[in-house]
């Protein structure tokens, strides 16, 4: 007996291994999500119905009673065939190359670096590690072009009318945010000054 307690640790360890997704936990992270966001969305249109309301109750309450005896006999299925593709993934690991093997390693790191943190954080993260990197690589391209024969000039002929409208959607991203438009706090403003830096350098 006093062998039992020391293996059912390790049987509910091997238990929660087995639930685990090893390789297709971002399909189960992206469809939970899909799901709480329509949930959200259908509370909402279901809230603002209106003169609608007693009758979406009724199709509702219709809808849960042809579904739900479906749902709680099948309701396990897309849970197991996920667990399924994720065990055929692991026999097929041992076929795949070590730099696939490294992006996908690295998808899964991203994956729980955006859970942990959320999205913004992990977006930031990404533009201040890989920003110099594009910078050098626009420069690098845009002397190779001054290089063909034409593009100078057609240059000259477009950028003061493309900067000319990346200062006149700054000044409406800025406007719109100070008037309290929520989506104007998501759009990013084009560094001009920046990008007339980086490129005068060179």
């Known amino acids: 007996m006093a062998a039992e307690p020391q293996t059912q640790p390790q049987q509910l360890e091997e238990r929660k291994e087995e639930a685990e997704l090893k390789y297709l936990e ?3 992270f992206a469809t939970i999500q899909a799901l709480m966001r329509c949930a959200i969305l259908y509370s909402y249109a279901k809230e603002r119905a209106g003169p609608l309301k ?12 042809v579904v739900a005896p479906v749902y709680h006999r099948f309701h396990l299925v897309p849970v197991e065939i996920l667990k399924y593709a994720d065990r055929k993934v692991a026999d097929f690991d041992c076929h795949v190359p070590s730099n696939v093997k490294k992006v996908s390693s ?7 670096d955006v859970r942990r943190d959320g999205v913004s954080a992990f977006a930031k993260t990404v533009y201040s590690k890989y920003e110099p990197t594009a910078e050098q690589c626009a420069v690098s391209a845009w002397r190779r072009l001054n290089q063909l024969p034409v ?12 900067a ?8 409406v991203v800025v406007s719109s945010a100070e008037k309290g438009y929520r989506v104007a706090n998501y759009l990013p403003l084009v560094p001009t000054q920046k990008i007339a830096k980086v490129f005068g350098q060179n």
């Open 26 to 28: 971002f399909v189960q």
């Open 54 to 65: 007693p009758g979406v109750d009724t199709v509702e309450e219709a809808v849960k009673t």
């Open 106 to 112: 690295q998808a899964r790191s991203v994956v729980s």
């Open 151 to 162: 593009f100078p000039h057609v240059a000259n002929a477009v950028l003061p009318k493309a």
């Open 164 to 171: 000319y409208c990346t200062e006149k959607y700054n000044e």
